[in-house]
């Protein structure tokens, strides 16, 4: 066979492909390019475009805003937003100004499409963006540090905590931090109601948008106004990575995402922007129902190398009561006359007694002046005479900064909770199964958690009595929450409580019963003090108390209780302690209903104990106890 003659048409062949490859334009190559290699299919570019993939829903963007797409089929095609990226690069729009052209809007999305089709700069249409480089400009980003602040004190909206992004300088030190901006994600909502707040929270009434601002300004809300520790865990990102979640931020920035409390909330929606940063990280799919700021803060912990430093930042309440514990009874007694009136005679106090008190009272002046407390004509006057007065003192300043606690929020246990539990009710044997998804209760470790802050959401309790044979609804709480602020010297703050679900009651034939139990539905709450008399691990509590319970066991299908509430708990290093009892009148008896439970919680390690619990009502003659034992494991 002669093969010469089959080489010529081979030849041609291959010569007319290379002159047709030779003389196809850039942007064809370029988009040839991005198909063989499937970018619009690729994690990093649906991360840029905001798409969500959650069961049983169709791929898109969350996004609704047109003006965030280059193709009118952005918002569900990324193939098609991906070509007419490519397409506004080559041929940019003449009429538009610089800062409005795809480059300059979406400059994160072109630096990645650049990077992945070797696009130089020699190869587009030298295009300046004015408004980005300025800004980035002055950002100056070198460094990322994802800030924690605690929950705050008495404010339902807070409960689970919050966190922000700051961007530091290469210049910037300890001493400067508060220079740096941050970056905040929040509900667009200007209610100070928090029941409201919640309701539209948790409905996804408010739009959440993200926004950059001066970090003294978030650390002076936190720390200051509303007395909120802060975290500040510095990440090991390169200043081009942070560069580039810069740039993804500067294209979301006028961008209004749905904002739901539990789930696309601030936490969950950073996350996006540090998987923005940097590529190959994927933090949100861990989080496809519900994202609590702990649990995403311990997630973005868990990449390789990522912590480089932890501070902390205490807030002037927990400050004020550390110094308060550091001084004799008598300078903070003073200190609090002092507050009032300046010109207080404290002779009788030694030099550096005298020195202390004057620090305490502008201290203790500053709380108050911060949480318009005082009035706010006359303060800043005051505090300008304490201060005036303990620079008379040439002694150095006595205060000390409360020490970092042992454990910080990302080491405290798992939100999520699973309980199996054997036990006696009422002498039937039973077993029960109990999940909550969220967040904390008092017989839980407060390792990394607020002392004396509990937080249930929607736990269900479900079990079998053997003895009946019978399934059985134990227990649904929609919402649980139990805020006991133990006070100092200077500050009192109230201690409250707020239930709400479905429970048993041990009620037959509208009466006390000591062997059955029905089905209520319940709204208890209460309110009043706690303490911890001096001691680090105890915690004691006086709550007034009131409930509503509804059902068919009860006679009219409601009753209404009032009465009071006494407890203690405790917290060592194998375990927590919890004693309680309440009694209630209620308006369909003339005897009190009288609730004593005592609970032990041994800790085997980080996410897994056991749980000893004994419970006894009484109601006059009539009486019934529990005794149970229950293996606990977070996750």
Not at 172 to 196: I, M, P
Not at 255 to 283: I, K, M
Request: aromatic content about 12%; glycine content about 6%.
């Amino acid at each position: 066979m002669n093969l010469k003659f089959f080489s010529y048409p081979l030849c041609l062949i291959t010569l007319s492909h290379m002159s047709c490859t030779a003389s196809a334009s850039p942007l064809t190559q370029w988009q040839n390019l991005a198909q063989q290699q499937q970018l619009s299919q690729q994690a990093y570019w649906h991360i840029l475009l905001r798409y969500e993939n959650k069961k049983g829903q169709k791929l898109g963007s969350i996004v609704k805003q047109p003006s965030f797409f280059v193709s009118a089929e952005g918002a569900n095609n990324p193939q098609a937003e991906l070509q007419a990226t490519l397409n506004a690069l080559v041929k940019p729009d003449p009429t538009l100004k610089a800062d409005d052209t795809v480059a300059c809007k979406f400059p994160a999305r072109v630096a990645w499409l650049r990077q992945q089709l070797q696009i130089t700069e020699s190869d587009l249409a030298t295009t300046a963006c004015p408004a980005l480089d300025a800004w980035l400009t002055g950002i100056n980003p070198h460094q990322a540090t994802l800030v924690f602040a605690a929950d705050f004190t008495n404010n339902p909206s807070s409960m689970f905590g919050h966190t922000l992004l700051r961007i530091d300088t290469p210049d910037q030190t300890e001493d400067t931090r508060l220079l740096a901006y941050a970056v905040n994600y929040a509900a667009q909502t200007n209610t100070s109601n928090g029941l409201e707040f919640a309701y539209k929270g948790l409905t996804g009434g408010y739009a959440g948008a993200f926004s950059i601002l001066p970090y003294y300004e978030k650390v002076k809300e936190y720390n200051d106004f509303e007395n909120r520790d802060l975290w500040e865990y510095q990440l090991n990102l390169t200043p081009q990575e942070i560069t580039q979640g810069l740039k993804h931020l500067w294209e979301i920035k006028t961008v209004n995402f749905p904002y739901y409390f539990l789930s696309s909330n601030c936490s969950y929606q950073l996350l996006g922007l540090l998987e923005a940063a940097r590529p190959n990280t994927y933090l949100r799919q861990d989080f496809p129902v519900y994202a609590i700021p702990t649990d995403t803060l311990r997630r973005v912990l868990q990449e390789k190398d990522i912590l480089k430093k932890l501070v902390y930042r205490p807030a002037s309440g927990t400050s004020l009561a550390y110094h308060a514990q550091q001084n004799k009874p008598n300078i903070n007694e003073l200190a609090k006359k002092l507050a009032i009136d300046p010109n207080n005679d404290i002779g009788s106090l030694s030099t550096l007694d005298q020195a202390k008190t004057y620090e305490m009272a502008y201290d203790y002046l500053y709380y108050l002046y911060l949480a318009h407390k005082t009035n706010a004509t006359t303060a800043p006057t005051r505090l300008r005479q304490l201060l005036a007065k303990r620079s008379s003192y040439q002694l150095p300043d006595q205060r000390q900064n409360p020490p970092q606690p042992a454990v910080d929020p990302a080491q405290g246990h798992a939100t999520t909770r699973l309980s199996l539990t054997l036990g006696q009710v009422q002498q039937q044997d039973v077993v029960s199964i109990e999940w909550r998804p969220a967040y904390q209760d008092l017989l839980d470790a407060d390792d990394g958690y607020r002392r004396g802050a509990a937080i249930d959401f929607l736990r269900l309790n479900v079990g079998y009595n053997a003895t009946t044979h019978q399934a059985k609804l134990f227990n649904l709480t929609l919402l649980n929450i139990d805020s006991l602020a133990a006070g100092n010297g200077f500050s009192r703050p109230l201690s409250w409580s707020f239930s709400l679900g479905a429970q048993q009651a041990a009620l037959d034939q509208q009466q006390f019963s000591e062997n059955k139990q029905h089905t209520v539905g319940f709204i208890d709450g209460g309110a009043g003090l706690s303490s911890q008399f001096n001691s680090p691990t105890w915690l004691c509590f006086a709550l007034t108390q009131g409930s509503l319970q509804t059902g068919q066991a009860i006679d009219k299908g409601w009753r209404v209780g009032v009465g009071a509430k006494l407890g203690c708990r405790q917290q060592s290093a194998y375990g927590q302690f919890l004693f309680e009892s309440r009694a209630l009148y209620y308006n369909d008896d003339a005897q009190a209903l009288i609730s004593t439970q005592a609970a032990y919680q041994w800790r085997i390690n980080l996410n897994n104990g056991l749980r000893v619990q004994w419970q006894q009502q009484q109601q006059g003659a009539k009486d019934w106890s529990s005794t149970s034992l229950g293996w606990v494991s977070y996750f």
